[in-house]
């Protein structure tokens, strides 16, 4: 079965053709990034805007490149929420045409989900898919999550973040560090290069008798401690070493609380695997330090396949497919456990109006 996953939730144009669930047979990004890093984050308008001059070559390409036409097609999977509204209109705008004109069926997808099950690309043979239930630490810029996926479509989200997510944090700090943007590769890149100083070590956030995290107390002691060692230094500057040691340590308190919560979720359900997905997925700090505690095998989406990207989206609407008339309706804060549900948004007149009356 040939699926056309299409993706604009956030910052990245996203379409990509995937057979059966696991064979990517295309998948192209169109990254934002660069249209947003003066601003020091994504901006939505801005990223509306990019995805409606992308979207047509997006999705031409990666048809071109799976050598495949719409008539090959079986279904289109499109991201429905969470994400940014104006966002999430044009993926879903683009898809529905698609859709109405070819006569291919429409399928509804959740970003998350697509985080989730993305695991399962890459992969030709069913013996080497992670054993269920598997618990999966969903950690990007926007999310920090565990979930329990007992089969594809059936989720409990263990715990989430209280304050920032952890790819977040790392952006913050990386700004802090005076690193370039996105902070997340910059600061695991400084961490291994720095020594790591026991005389900088970071507090934890454990919330005890939860799966929940925190990061946000982590962020201020970094903030503290980077302004007393500036004012300390000469001209006001950090000193050279004090960068990768701040970003060891930092890196270390993430990792510490990320791959202890991932182990003891894996531990108190019995699950048979432990996943670690979106973008954070790519720090290999943090999936070794899991390793080293899980009694269970880790999986990780194969290469490309962490960061925003739509073979995920096409991949789970292999795996729980959700097909939708044309009247669905984007959800901007969908929640993972309604994607186990076939109830979706469906708009009613008059709704698109309302949300643009003001408050
Ligand atoms: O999944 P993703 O591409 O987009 C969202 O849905 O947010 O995740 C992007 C996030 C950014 O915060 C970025 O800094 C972080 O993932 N990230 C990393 C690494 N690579 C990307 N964080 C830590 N270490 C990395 N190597
Ligand atoms: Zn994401």
Same mark, same amino acid.
């Given at each position: 079965?040939?699926?056309?996953?299409?993706?604009?939730?956030?910052?990245?144009?996203?379409?990509?053709?995937?057979?059966?669930?696991?064979?990517?047979?295309?998948?192209?990004?169109?990254?934002?990034?660069?249209?947003?890093?003066?601003?020091?984050?994504?901006?939505?308008?801005?990223?509306?805007?990019?995805?409606?001059?992308?979207?047509?070559?997006?999705?031409?390409?990666?048809?071109?490149?799976?050598?495949?036409?719409?008539?090959?097609?079986?279904?289109?999977?499109?991201?429905?929420?969470?994400?940014?509204?104006?966002?999430?209109?044009?993926?879903?705008?683009?898809?529905?045409?698609?859709?109405?004109?070819?006569?291919?069926?429409?399928?509804?997808?959740?970003?998350?989900?697509?985080?989730?099950?993305?695991?399962?690309?890459?992969?030709?043979?069913?013996?080497?898919?992670?054993?269920?239930?598997?618990?999966?630490?969903?950690?990007?810029?926007?999310?920090?999550?565990?979930?329990?996926?007992?089969?594809?479509?059936?989720?409990?989200?263990?715990?989430?973040?209280?304050?920032?997510?952890?790819?977040?944090?790392?952006?913050?700090?990386?700004?802090?560090?005076?690193?370039?943007?996105?902070?997340?590769?910059?600061?695991?890149?400084?961490?291994?290069?720095?020594?790591?100083?026991?005389?900088?070590?970071?507090?934890?956030?454990?919330?005890?008798?939860?799966?929940?995290?925190?990061?946000?107390?982590?962020?201020?002691?970094?903030?503290?401690?980077? *302004?007393? =060692?500036?004012?300390? +230094?000469?001209?006001? !500057? #950090? %000193?050279?070493?004090?960068? $990768?040691?701040? /970003?060891?340590?930092?890196?270390?308190?993430?990792?510490?609380?990320?791959?202890?919560?991932?182990?003891?979720?894996?531990?108190?359900?019995?699950?048979?695997?432990?996943?670690?997905?979106?973008?954070?997925?790519?720090?290999?700090?943090?999936?070794?330090?899991?390793?080293?505690?899980?009694?269970?095998?880790?999986?990780?989406?194969?290469?490309?396949?962490?960061?925003?990207?739509?073979?995920?989206?096409?991949?789970?609407?292999?795996?729980?497919?959700?097909?939708?008339?044309?009247?669905?309706?984007?959800?901007? *804060?969908? =929640?993972?456990?309604? +994607?186990?549900?076939? !109830? #979706? %948004?469906?708009?009613?007149? $008059?709704?698109? /109006?309302?949300?643009?009356?003001?408050?």
């Amino acid at each position: 079965m040939l699926i056309l996953g299409i993706e604009t939730s956030c910052d990245e144009t996203a379409a990509a053709v995937v057979a059966d669930g696991r064979r990517v047979l295309s998948n192209v990004v169109a990254s934002q990034i660069s249209v947003h890093e003066r601003f020091g984050g994504v901006v939505p308008e801005i990223a509306s805007r990019q995805h409606i001059l992308a979207i047509d070559q997006v999705v031409d390409r990666a048809l071109k490149d799976a050598e495949v036409g719409m008539v090959d097609l079986d279904a289109i999977g499109v991201t429905v929420g969470p994400g940014l509204s104006g966002a999430l209109l044009v993926g879903t705008s683009f898809a529905k045409g698609l859709s109405l004109g070819a006569g291919v069926e429409l399928r509804a997808v959740d970003h998350i989900e697509g985080h989730v099950l993305s695991p399962w690309l890459g992969f030709d043979e069913a013996s080497v898919e992670p054993p269920l239930p598997m618990i999966a630490l969903v950690v990007s810029g926007g999310h920090t999550e565990l979930v329990l996926v007992t089969a594809p479509g059936a989720y409990v989200v263990l715990g989430r973040t209280v304050d920032d997510a952890a790819g977040e944090a790392y952006d913050k700090v990386g700004r802090l560090l005076g690193l370039p943007f996105p902070g997340g590769p910059n600061v695991e890149a400084a961490a291994r290069q720095g020594n790591f100083n026991p005389t900088v070590e970071m507090p934890r956030a454990w919330l005890r008798g939860s799966y929940d995290f925190s990061f946000s107390g982590l962020k201020a002691a970094m903030s503290r401690e980077v *302004s007393r =060692r500036r004012a300390l +230094a000469d001209g006001g !500057r #950090l %000193p050279a070493g004090a960068v $990768g040691e701040f /970003a060891a340590a930092f890196q270390e308190s993430v990792a510490d609380v990320l791959s202890g919560k991932l182990a003891l979720a894996v531990a108190e359900t019995g699950a048979s695997s432990a996943a670690i997905v979106g973008g954070v997925a790519n720090n290999e700090y943090i999936r070794e330090k899991a390793r080293e505690r899980l009694s269970v095998s880790l999986y990780a989406p194969a290469a490309g396949l962490s960061s925003d990207n739509a073979a995920m989206i096409a991949g789970a609407a292999y795996w729980n497919p959700r097909v939708v008339d044309l009247d669905f309706d984007i959800d901007p *804060s969908l =929640r993972l456990e309604e +994607a186990g549900k076939s !109830r #979706l %948004p469906v708009s009613r007149p $008059g709704d698109l /109006a309302r949300r643009n009356e003001p408050e």
